[in-house]
């Protein structure tokens, strides 16, 4: 079955450990996006890939890191300068990259970092 | 002013019910639209997307986009408990941007 697989669900850290979120997509998309979600919140773009070895910032990219270096795989490292790290984050993917591409959606990470 | 705005409920009806959620919006460059759903400790799922104003039906579901008024809706016909999640509104531009979602609950 194709789709988009995050791992772990669950992650506790330390506060001051950077801590390294997957996702995996199979589905031969382009793009790669990394959501936070927090309650009462939309959703909150952090960082974005339309193609291997690039990604832009989104709106909250501060304390966040990625990589892209392959095109099944867009991991997002939550470093020790992000402020508020506990949330849901949400990877997604699309097959272009563009506003006519729809989203799709992994099961998330809920990080908590206490 | 957000982007989108979405009246986050709770909604709670019983099963059979019609059920109407709806979102606004304030840029008139956005054309393409979507709604998903989203079961508790899961990721959004798509459920509709549909471009410019008009309708778009799949089985019990309905989306509707009047772009005059920069309002979108999703109607659900005779609800069931396992549409009870939280709904999300999306529309692209130049890039996504979400409503925060409406918690929808349907009683047995």
């Known amino acids: 079955d194709g789709g988009i697989t995050q791992s772990p669900k669950y992650l506790f850290r330390k506060e001051g450990q950077n801590v390294t979120l997957s996702c995996e997509q199979n589905l031969n998309h382009d793009a790669m996006y990394w959501y936070r979600q927090d309650p009462g919140q939309g959703l909150r773009l952090i960082y974005y890939?339309?193609?291997?070895?690039?990604?832009q910032k989104g709106d909250i990219a501060e304390g966040y890191s990625v990589s892209r270096e392959k095109k099944e795989s867009f991991p997002l490292t939550v470093t020790s300068a992000q402020k508020n790290p506990t949330a849901f984050y949400l990877c997604?993917?699309?097959?272009?990259?563009?506003?006519?591409?729809?989203?799709?959606f992994g099961n998330g990470t809920r990080l908590t970092v206490t | 002013q957000k982007e989108v705005e979405q009246d986050p409920g709770p909604l709670s009806v019983p099963e059979g019910a019609i059920v109407s959620l709806n979102c606004t919006y304030s840029n008139s460059a956005f054309q393409y639209f979507m709604w998903y759903r989203q079961y508790s400790r899961k990721g959004p799922e798509l459920l509709m997307y549909?471009?410019?104003?008009g309708n778009k039906e799949d089985g019990r579901f309905t989306a509707q986009v009047d772009k005059s008024s920069k309002y979108i809706s999703l109607f659900i016909r005779d609800s069931q408990p396992s549409d009870s999640a939280t709904y999300l509104c999306?529309?692209?531009?130049?890039?996504?941007?979400f409503g925060t979602g409406t918690s929808l609950t349907v009683i047995p």
């Open positions: 997604a993917s699309s097959i272009s990259g563009q506003p006519d591409s729809p989203l799709h």
């Open positions: 549909t471009y410019s104003s």
């Open positions: 999306a529309m692209s531009g130049n890039q996504f941007y």
């Open positions: 890939s339309q193609i291997v070895n690039d990604f």
